[in-house]
C-alpha cells in the first residue's frame, strides 16, 4: 500500500499518515517543521491543536493568537503596559484555526502566565489582568479563526472572573463547539451559577447531540436543580455516547437517564470515580438497559456494601467488571461475592486491606480472576508473594510494595 501510494504520486498523503503517529510527541514534531515546508505544513496542525496543554516556559506562543488585533485592542495594551512590539505583525499559519481542544482553566491560567513573564514581574491589579485576557481570548475565539472543537472542558476550580465571558463569546460563536466529541464538565469548587451557564448547558443539549464521550466530575455536592436537569437533558439528548464517566457526585436523576435515552444501544464503558454507592438505588436498573456494555470500571468508590453488590448480582446479564481499585476497607464477604460473577471480566485491581486479609483475598482473586493485567496490592510480605506468583503469567504490569 505505502509503495503504490509513492509511486502513484501521494507522498504528501502518505507522509501525513507517518506525521499523524507523532501525534503526542511534540520534541519529534517540532524537528519535523525544520526539515521542509511540507513537512512543517503537515506538523503544525498537530502541534498547535491542544497548544494551552503543552506550553512553552515562556508562554510565547500565546504571542501568535494576536496578530490581528485591532487598533482599539492595541491601544488598550499600550495603555496596560504591554510592549505591543512583542506580538507579530503576520504569521505563517493561522494558528487558532488548528485548535481542536480547549479547557477554559488552562486558557486562563496560562494568559496569566504569559502576562506575568512579559511584565517581568510587574504587579498589574486585577481588574487590568482581567481586561488583558478578555482581549486575549476574544481574539483566539472570534469567528473569523472558523475554530473547530473536537474537546472542551468546563473546568469551574472557583468563580472565575472570566467564566462567563467565555461561555458568552461561545454562545455568539456557536460553531466552535457543535461537533464536539469529547465533553468534560468538572465543578471543582463552591460555584455561583448564573443565567449564562444555563444557557451554555441548554445549548449543549439541543444542539450538540454526537458527543462519544461525557464526563460529569463534581467534586462539589451541589443541589441545584437546574444544573441536574440540564446535565440529564444533555446525555438524553446524545445519539452516540460511547464512554461516560461520573466523578465525585453522582445524582440518581441523572444516572437514570442513561436508561432513557439512546445510550442503551450506544455506551461502551462506564467509569464511577471516588463515587459514594450508598444512596444509589437505581443501579441494577439502569445497567440492565444498556445492551452493549463492554467494560464497568469501578476506581476508588464507597460504600461496596452487601446492599450495592446484591444490586449486582441480580442484575440480569454479565456485570463486565473491567477495574477495580479501592482504597477503603471492605468485607471479604463482599469481595468474594463480586468476584464470583464478574472475576472472568477482571483486568485491572488495586486494593487497600489489613495484613489478616491479605492471603484469603489473594486466594479469592486466584480462584475468580484468569485475566489480570493490571496488579497494585501494597503491603506484600515475603511470606504471600509466592501466593501471587500464580497472578503473574497473564500480568502486564504489577505493582507490589514489599514491606
Request: net charge positive; hydrophobic share 45%; glycine share 2%.
Given at each position: 500500500?505505502?509503495?503504490?501510494?509513492?509511486?502513484?504520486?501521494?507522498?504528501?498523503?502518505?507522509?501525513?499518515?507517518?506525521?499523524?503517529?507523532?501525534?503526542?510527541?511534540?520534541?519529534?514534531?517540532?524537528?519535523?517543521?525544520?526539515?521542509?515546508?511540507?513537512?512543517?505544513?503537515?506538523?503544525?496542525?498537530?502541534?498547535?491543536?491542544?497548544?494551552?496543554?503543552?506550553?512553552?516556559?515562556?508562554?510565547?506562543?500565546?504571542?501568535?493568537?494576536?496578530?490581528?488585533?485591532?487598533?482599539?485592542?492595541?491601544?488598550?495594551?499600550?495603555?496596560?503596559?504591554?510592549?505591543?512590539?512583542?506580538?507579530?505583525?503576520?504569521?505563517?499559519?493561522?494558528?487558532?484555526?488548528?485548535?481542536?481542544?480547549?479547557?477554559?482553566?488552562?486558557?486562563?491560567?496560562?494568559?496569566?502566565?504569559?502576562?506575568?513573564?512579559?511584565?517581568?514581574?510587574?504587579?498589574?491589579?486585577?481588574?487590568?489582568?482581567?481586561?488583558?485576557?478578555?482581549?486575549?481570548?476574544?481574539?483566539?475565539?472570534?469567528?473569523?479563526?472558523?475554530?473547530?472543537?473536537?474537546?472542551?472542558?468546563?473546568?469551574?476550580?472557583?468563580?472565575?472572573?472570566?467564566?462567563?465571558?467565555?461561555?458568552?463569546?461561545?454562545?455568539?460563536?456557536?460553531?466552535?463547539?457543535?461537533?464536539?466529541?469529547?465533553l468534560k464538565i468538572s465543578f471543582n469548587g463552591i460555584i455561583k451559577t448564573t443565567n449564562i451557564f444555563y444557557d451554555f448547558l441548554k445549548f449543549l443539549y439541543n444542539n450538540c447531540k454526537t458527543i462519544s464521550i461525557l464526563y460529569f466530575h463534581h467534586k462539589m455536592n451541589y443541589d441545584d436543580l437546574l444544573i441536574i436537569k440540564y446535565c440529564s437533558e444533555l446525555i438524553i439528548s446524545q445519539q452516540n455516547l460511547e464512554k461516560m464517566l461520573f466523578g465525585f457526585?453522582?445524582?440518581?436523576?441523572?444516572?437514570?437517564?442513561?436508561?432513557?435515552?439512546?445510550?442503551?444501544?450506544?455506551?461502551?464503558?462506564?467509569?464511577?470515580?471516588?463515587?459514594?454507592?450508598?444512596?444509589?438505588?437505581?443501579?441494577?436498573?439502569?445497567?440492565?438497559?444498556?445492551?452493549?456494555?463492554?467494560?464497568?470500571?469501578?476506581?476508588?468508590?464507597?460504600?461496596?456494601?452487601?446492599?450495592?453488590?446484591?444490586?449486582?448480582?441480580?442484575?440480569?446479564?454479565?456485570?463486565?467488571?473491567?477495574?477495580?481499585?479501592?482504597?477503603?476497607?471492605?468485607?471479604?464477604?463482599?469481595?468474594?461475592?463480586?468476584?464470583?460473577?464478574?472475576?472472568?471480566?477482571?483486568?485491572?485491581?488495586?486494593?487497600?486491606?489489613?495484613?489478616?486479609?491479605?492471603?484469603?483475598?489473594?486466594?479469592?482473586?486466584?480462584?475468580?480472576?484468569?485475566?489480570?493485567?493490571?496488579?497494585?496490592?501494597?503491603?506484600?510480605?515475603?511470606?504471600?508473594?509466592?501466593?501471587?506468583?500464580?497472578?503473574?503469567?497473564?500480568?502486564?504490569?504489577?505493582?507490589?510494595?514489599?514491606?
Amino acid at each position: 500500500m505505502a509503495c503504490s501510494k509513492i509511486f502513484s504520486g501521494n507522498l504528501p498523503e502518505l507522509l501525513n499518515e507517518i506525521i499523524q503517529y507523532f501525534r503526542n510527541d511534540f520534541l519529534t514534531l517540532h524537528s519535523c517543521i525544520l526539515v521542509n515546508r511540507l513537512w512543517c505544513r503537515l506538523a503544525i496542525p498537530l502541534l498547535w491543536e491542544d497548544p494551552f496543554s503543552n506550553p512553552t516556559a515562556n508562554y510565547h506562543f500565546i504571542r501568535n493568537f494576536l496578530y490581528n488585533l485591532n487598533d482599539n485592542d492595541k491601544t488598550k495594551l499600550i495603555e496596560y503596559e504591554i510592549n505591543i512590539d512583542l506580538i507579530p505583525s503576520n504569521t505563517l499559519f493561522n494558528y487558532p484555526n488548528y485548535i481542536k481542544c480547549l479547557n477554559t482553566w488552562k486558557i486562563f491560567h496560562y494568559i496569566e502566565k504569559w502576562i506575568d513573564f512579559i511584565k517581568l514581574g510587574t504587579p498589574l491589579n486585577s481588574d487590568k489582568i482581567k481586561e488583558i485576557s478578555k482581549i486575549i481570548y476574544n481574539s483566539i475565539l472570534k469567528n473569523e479563526n472558523n475554530i473547530n472543537l473536537r474537546i472542551f472542558e468546563i473546568i469551574l476550580i472557583r468563580d472565575h472572573d472570566y467564566f462567563n465571558d467565555i461561555l458568552e463569546l461561545i454562545l455568539q460563536n456557536q460553531n466552535l463547539i457543535l461537533n464536539i466529541k469529547n465533553l468534560k464538565i468538572s465543578f471543582n469548587g463552591i460555584i455561583k451559577t448564573t443565567n449564562i451557564f444555563y444557557d451554555f448547558l441548554k445549548f449543549l443539549y439541543n444542539n450538540c447531540k454526537t458527543i462519544s464521550i461525557l464526563y460529569f466530575h463534581h467534586k462539589m455536592n451541589y443541589d441545584d436543580l437546574l444544573i441536574i436537569k440540564y446535565c440529564s437533558e444533555l446525555i438524553i439528548s446524545q445519539q452516540n455516547l460511547e464512554k461516560m464517566l461520573f466523578g465525585f457526585h453522582i445524582y440518581n436523576s441523572i444516572f437514570l437517564s442513561l436508561k432513557n435515552s439512546n445510550c442503551s444501544n450506544t455506551l461502551k464503558t462506564i467509569i464511577f470515580y471516588n463515587i459514594n454507592f450508598k444512596n444509589i438505588t437505581n443501579f441494577k436498573q439502569v445497567i440492565e438497559q444498556l445492551n452493549v456494555l463492554k467494560s464497568i470500571h469501578i476506581l476508588y468508590c464507597f460504600s461496596l456494601n452487601y446492599d450495592f453488590i446484591q444490586q449486582i448480582i441480580n442484575i440480569n446479564k454479565p456485570f463486565k467488571l473491567t477495574s477495580l481499585f479501592m482504597k477503603e476497607k471492605f468485607q471479604i464477604d463482599n469481595f468474594q461475592a463480586l468476584l464470583q460473577i464478574s472475576g472472568d471480566y477482571l483486568e485491572n485491581i488495586g486494593l487497600l486491606t489489613s495484613n489478616k486479609l491479605k492471603y484469603q483475598l489473594l486466594e479469592i482473586i486466584i480462584k475468580y480472576c484468569k485475566n489480570i493485567k493490571f496488579f497494585d496490592l501494597p503491603g506484600f510480605d515475603y511470606q504471600n508473594i509466592y501466593l501471587s506468583m500464580d497472578l503473574i503469567k497473564n500480568l502486564i504490569i504489577i505493582i507490589l510494595i514489599i514491606l
